[in-house]
């Protein structure tokens, strides 16, 4: 059976901290989709950390760079309007659904004239239906440009950052113009329904974020014993001086602790600074950022895997971490809780509790059949439920289900 030809918009793709996104493209090919992907901006060379990135960026439609060359956005504009009426009602959503302010209207208007040169993107690839993800900026584009092209749109809603600012982006309009939108738990549907009118609620499904299980099916190096890992942005949302102040605690009873820290941020400096003021300079490696294979390798030689951020979606690294059958460790913060069970698959501790983060640490550290238990637990729940093939089957029931006027169920069945 035929699939509809899809693009994919994000506001950077492809990008090394959003792998996801890049897995669900493959997810959604792998399906019969044929997918284009566009981007508003060009990813920095930083997040191209691999081949896979780099061939996926070769071949991605650029949005900002090309609405600023003059005689694209013309002729964009000027096909949308031999149709006048749509062209103006076009625009009066984007005023209307701008932020207060001159600044929020003029960036408005900025991103109704990428919208239009999107959109004759779309209509001259013969796109049959556009899905979004991350509910910002670039959700408002592709809002402007199905108001344009009369393609229909989809968003993935992933939080937390969007629920800070629900009126600034104005989830209530993108919730009832979408055709659907795929939450990627089910806090983040309960979230979404807080803004959404109640009559637009049975289109909002859970679609997961998922992970490759097969990709961390390597062998684990059980040697150490006492290796942690995280993978995450330098930044303070991620709560790492909490995690350096746990190894600098537990150093005494654990000579051969390590702590590597995978990824970059604005807080790099300061973190590998407080590391050296802690006195665990030598017991960190700051690593930067790794392509997907290199974290793969790095998730079998860890012993644990922590996180102990203060605000998350359902962290796609944890997923990778539970798949490579680590055990983690997490904060209990929003949509945590659906992914790792406390005891089972490592440990949940309050965000912000240094105290209860060391304890928790230590407690897995020292037993190694608990690792070993706790991680067997974590691959086989990622293999149920966080599969990043079987992800996007259920993204192409939506699309496909939707297209011919049924609603399907809030967790949709994969495609077959």
Known sequence: MSRPRVAVLTGEYPRASDTFVQREVAGLRAAGHEVLTCSIRRTGPEHLVGPEQRAEQASTFHVLAATARPGTS???????????????????????????GWRGHLYQLIYFAEAAVLAQHLAENGV????????????????????????????????????FAPDHWRIDAKAARARFVACISDYARAQTMCFAAEGDWPRLHVIHCGVEPDRYAEPRDTGGGARLLFVGRMAAVKGVPL?????????????????????DGPDRAALEARATGLGIADRCTFAGYRGQAEVAEALTSADLFVLPS???????????????????????????????????????????DADALRAAVAEVLADPGTRKRMGDAGRATVAAGFDAGREARRLSHLIRAYENDETPPKRPEPTR
């Open 128 to 163: 049959a239906h556009l899905h979004n993800h991350i509910a910002k900026a670039s959700c408002t584009v592709a809002m402007l440009a199905s108001a344009l092209s009369g393609i229909p749109f989809s968003f993935t809603i992933h939080g937390p950052d969007i629920f």
């Open 74 to 100: 013309l002729r964009a504009h000027l096909r949308w309007l031999r149709a006048p009426r749509r062209y103006f009602a076009a625009l009066a959503l984007a005023w209307r659904t701008a932020p207060p």
């Open 310 to 352: 203060f605000a998350e979606g359902v962290p796609v690294v944890l997923m990778e971490a539970m798949a490579a059958g680590l055990p983690v460790i997490a904060t209990r913060i929003a949509g945590i809780p659906e992914l790792v069970e406390d005891g089972t698959h490592g440990r949940l501790v309050p965000p912000g």
């Open 243 to 263: 995690l350096l102040e746990a190894v600098a605690a537990l150093a005494a009873d654990h000579p051969d602790l390590h702590l590597t820290l995978i990824g």
